[in-house]
């Protein structure tokens, strides 16, 4: 089993007594239920800090290099805290319990359509827990990934696109809360202009854009039947054309991006990659 880098998610659990209303895009990025297919960043949303950690355990089952049809496993656990910055570890150490939980497995098929063209269905189905507000909930996602390459010159443009439909199931009270987002983003990515061969740094720069058929609903919000938050996001990523490695783990890119739409503006701390 593969054990891959630390990624920051969006999403937390947000508590019935904050201080601060959220708006109604903010409380549809936040569901700690959905927090697994939301995206990756650090968030400050209305004077509070809402973070989710992932670990995307994963192992690939024995392939041939040129297999058409690659199968994993996909095992991601998010562990999410509100309010908690890196600085407190120095002056009270590490968080002594998790405001939100989840463990949602699964499994993803690497299809390769034709030279540059990947195709990515996947299935997910587990467990979250928002311990702040003592609820359980079952998450269900499945969905397909699709990504190909639009061209080499300077920069390698890629253009990615993805449907997914997830269904969150509350425990007590009994409640369902379903979405379904297509997502269509372009990424160019180049190295920088520097002497050498080898591994060098470089950038990739990134754009996309979710629209949300039924957008999902916070722990404390309202939804109406007529919300469909269309949402936009920028950024740029920093990495390397090979991997730097850390005591043999692969250390993620990083880069800084800034979401909005009608009510929302989002500036996110991206680990990894921006999808």
Known sequence: ????????????????????????????????????????????????????????????????????????????????????????????????????????????????MRDGWLLQPFIEAGVARDRTNELDQRVYAAGLRSYFVMGR????????????????????????????????GVTARRPFDVDGVGRRA??????????FTDAPAGPASERTEDDDPMQFEVGVTLGATERWRLWGIPLPRVGLGYRFGEGLSVYRLVLGSPY
């Open 1 to 112: 089993m593969r054990f891959g880098p630390l990624y920051l998610l969006i999403g937390a659990s947000v508590a019935a007594q904050a201080a601060a209303p959220l708006t109604r895009n903010e409380q549809t990025v936040i569901n700690f239920g959905f927090a697994t297919q939301l995206g990756s960043g650090v968030y400050s949303l209305s004077g509070r800090t809402l973070q989710v950690y992932k670990l995307p355990f994963n192992h690939g089952f024995p392939a041939a290099a040129d297999a058409r049809v690659k199968v994993r496993i996909t095992l991601p656990v998010t562990i999410g805290f509100i309010d908690f910055k890196p600085r407190d570890v120095i002056d009270n150490g590490l968080p002594q319990g998790l405001d939100s939980l989840s463990i949602v497995p699964g499994l993803e098929f690497d299809v390769a």
């Open 153 to 184: 010159s300077k920069a390698d443009w890629q253009l990615y696109n993805e449907l997914i439909h997830v269904v969150v199931e509350q425990q007590s009270p009994d409640s369902t809360d379903d979405f379904t987002r297509f997502r269509t």
């Open 202 to 211: 470089d950038f990739v720069a990134y754009g996309f854009v979710d629209v």
